[in-house]
């Protein structure tokens, strides 16, 4: 009884899993954002919601690796992007952020059929 019928529950409950888990991250985005909108700009440094949005992103993503559901290549690449940019934020280092974006979705087109399904 073991044949499709089970890898198709599964499959069934890995999707609804990385829906549970885009929500969740959604709602640690919107956390993120309504806390440091709540607390006076002097009082945040520099980066604080790129650093903290980055850390959703690839969070997300490494819990869904962690469970055997396929990573976002998009939300990957964004939360590398936010990340970095809100590292140079805070230490003062203007990074190309555009620049970036376009080299890391270039690359990951081409890499695609490497690492995809």
Same mark, same amino acid.
């Given at each position: 009884?073991?044949?499709?019928?089970?890898?198709?529950?599964?499959?069934?409950?890995?999707?609804?899993?990385?829906?549970?888990?885009?929500?969740?991250?959604?709602?640690?985005?919107?956390?993120?954002? $309504?806390?440091?909108?709540? @607390?006076?700009?002097?009082?945040?440094?520099?980066?604080?919601? *790129?650093? =903290? +949005?980055? %850390?959703? /992103?690839?969070?997300?993503?490494?819990?869904?690796?962690?469970?055997?559901?396929?990573?976002?290549?998009?939300?990957?690449?964004?939360?590398?992007?936010?990340?970095?940019?809100?590292? $140079?934020?805070?230490?003062? @280092?203007?990074?190309?952020?555009?620049?970036?974006?376009?080299? *890391?979705? =270039? +690359?990951? %087109?081409? /890499?695609?059929?490497?690492?995809?399904?």
């Amino acid at each position: 009884m073991h044949g499709t019928h089970g890898l198709a529950n599964q499959d069934a409950g890995k999707t609804a899993l990385d829906k549970r888990l885009e929500d969740v991250g959604w709602g640690l985005f919107l956390l993120l954002t $309504g806390g440091i909108l709540l @607390v006076p700009d002097r009082q945040v440094p520099q980066g604080t919601w *790129l650093i =903290g +949005a980055g %850390i959703v /992103l690839l969070g997300l993503n490494a819990v869904r690796y962690l469970k055997g559901i396929r990573m976002s290549m998009f939300t990957t690449i964004l939360g590398l992007l936010a990340f970095a940019g809100g590292l $140079g934020e805070f230490y003062g @280092v203007e990074l190309p952020l555009f620049a970036l974006l376009l080299i *890391l979705l =270039g +690359a990951s %087109i081409i /890499l695609k059929p490497r690492f995809g399904r």
